[in-house]
């Protein structure tokens, strides 16, 4: 028995010109307890698939044409009270961002409590002890407490946790997850996605899982969607999508996996330490963020620190880079003993050592344009000058700058909010290059973007490398990602580093319990990797 049939689906969103349409004629069927993961780019029209299906578009998104079928229900026709009734009931959404979903003034299990009153009979007491059955189920202990907290208490995986027993409350047919997983720790991923198919194989429940994340989708679904600008470009069992691709554009994506992507086979012989750490240690309060640390880098190679959220990686690189003071211990960056130097005094090693984040958006002051913000270390080092005469003394490194990023000349010119996350993050790499440094630390400089231009980045970050010789630190929560960059690993754990070499032998022959759940966290590493 079919539950969910979507014929023809298409969807516009009004503008100043009219209605524009952005999904075009998508069909597909989901029967009860199958999983269909929608898979695409940003802007490719999965998310509109899955808020038409809930009747959640925004006041200017307008079903155009087609039907959306749930059991013998019409929903395009659906009045507001009918998707009262529905919504929540019978078909309900994990959304994407908790931070934005969640109330920030109000109890987290107050939150999940309105979905009981709006569809069950159940009185005030009846309603806590369901609430503090939900939270069991998704995993929390000591429920009471849980109940009792307000979303900025909670980490991003425990708020996410919140939202899908709020998902499950009243045990709907259908799931709409969208993105469920997007930024969460490989092993809190797993975590998230075991209760989904906890809740599947326990009622029945369908789940359309809307998602960038290739192993997600071939881990978790039963049936693959492949959405290009839209367009339904390719469907079917998620083995048969995965291992035999038909259309060009999921052989891309499939190709852009790191975990399918082969190393490059550089030859370069190890330089000398450039950043050499001994027992380093940072202390926020009580809590030791950085415990007893040690390793070295050495020039010419990609170092890279793997861990979960809290385990103390990025502290590290904040202290490499002279953002931070340490504790304890001793940090060498370029022969200069950096272990006290104040922000001031790291100043003359800025030249030489730079910082690429997680979230260049947030790292650029809102008043420049590329140029200015690509152009700001030159200012750092250079005479003051009026600001005409500055940028004429400095356009051919910011072009040159921009160029070795992989980025036209005429970018120069533009707003960092005209660009997307992949262009902002080669503006924030030209920014880096720059002053020509010898070291670049990047914090997770990928984490945000599609799988197709995560891999362009790497591509660059290699090619870069090659030509000029860089030596990285890449700190990262992705291990199929750092599989595929770096030549040694260390893997961090509440602050302390409990194993690293070789990246071969760190992932082939992992000594550490922690790195084996690690790497049993990844997803799709099986299907996608046996898929080559």
Known sequence: ??????????VGYRGPRGLSP??????????PGQVLALVGESGSGKTTIGHAILGLLPGNGEVIGGRIRFRDQELTELSAKGWRDLRGRAVSLIPQDPGVSLDPVRPVGA??????????????AARRKRVHELFGQVGFTDVERRYRQYPHELSGGMRQRVLIAAAIAADPDLIIADEPTSGLDATVQKQVLDLIDELRERSGTAVVLVTHDLGVAADRSDLIGVVQDGRLVEGGPTSSVITAPVHPYTRKLLDSVPSRAARPAVAREPGGTVIEVRDLRKVFGDVAAVDGASFEVRAGETFSIVGESGSGKSTTARILTGLTRATSGRVTVLGTDATTLSRRGFRPLRRDVQIVYQNPYSSFDPRFDVFDVVEEPLRSFAPARPPWRR???HEDRVIAALEAAALPADFAKRHPRELSGGQRQRVALARALILEPKVVVLDEPISALDVSVAAQILALLRQLQQERGLTYVFISHDLAVVRAISDRVAVMRKGRIVEQGPVEDVFGKPQHEYTVGLLDAIAGRELLVGAR
């Open 1 to 10: 028995m079919t539950l969910l049939a979507v014929e023809d689906l298409t």
């Open 22 to 31: 952005v999904v075009h004629q998508v069909s597909f069927q989901v029967e």
């Open 111 to 124: 939150q999940v409590e309105d979905v009981l009153l709006l569809h069950t009979e159940l009185d005030a």
């Open 391 to 393: 940028r004429a003394a």
